[in-house]
């Protein structure tokens, strides 16, 4: 009898708890994060080198062998009428601090396709250079959306004290074909993070 009255107590002091845990109103969601621009990409790559399948899906090699990119929030000059040196096309331009450089020649996209649906998945890395010298390691991952365009995470590493911040950000973007040929296309790649995400880290020593 003892054991049956301990149950029911148990049992009640449970359905009390599961009723005063919050839970979100139908139509009353969160508010998503605010997202600030980092920067816009043209990336230069050449014909895949290997395409096999294996325990992962279709893998495929694609080098990344050039490009430049440019954004606002970081430092350099953009200077007026730039150009991809692949297409031709005009670089943006951006108010303010600039961040830019060059894509290096050092690199390749390792994305596979899923052997149940089809669906590519970049799986990229490869450096960043600052027009002030600083090298960045860039690592991106993520799938093709319904529109056609990869949807990205994006990674950073570097240990230049201007950018040191960019190892602590959260960052996502959408990858466009804008030139694909025989053995070679241009990507673009636009980039932001989160809107109260480090823009400075504080440096000890």
């Known amino acids: 009898m003892l054991r049956k009255i301990l149950d029911l107590v148990l049992t009640t002091l449970a359905v009390q708890s599961v009723a005063q845990v919050p839970y979100v109103a139908a139509g009353k969601y ?8 980092l920067y816009t990409a043209y990336v230069d790559c050449k014909g895949s080198i290997m395409s096999e399948d294996g325990p992962r899906g279709k893998r495929q090699a694609i080098p990344i062998v050039g490009g430049n990119f440019t954004g606002p929030r970081l430092s350099g000059m953009l200077p007026p009428g730039s150009q991809h040196r692949g297409t031709g096309a005009e670089m943006p331009r951006y108010a303010a601090d600039h961040f830019l450089g060059q894509i290096l020649d050092l690199g390749a996209d390792w994305g596979t396709a899923d052997p149940k649906t089809g669906i590519f998945s970049a799986d990229t ?12 390691f860039v690592q991106t991952s993520g799938p093709t ?4 365009r990869l949807h990205l995470r994006l990674l950073f590493e570097t240990g230049h004290k201007e950018y040191y911040w960019l190892n602590n950000i959260v960052a996502i973007g ?3 074909p804008v030139e694909v040929g025989v053995d070679s296309s241009v990507l673009r790649i636009d980039a932001w993070n989160f809107a109260r995400d480090w823009n400075r880290t504080p440096w000890k020593g």
């Open 125 to 136: 890395r490869y450096n960043l250079r600052t027009d002030d010298g600083a090298d960045i």
């Open 30 to 37: 969160p508010q998503a994060p605010e997202l600030s621009f």
């Open 174 to 176: 959408t990858l466009t």
């Open 145 to 148: 959306s319904p529109l056609g």
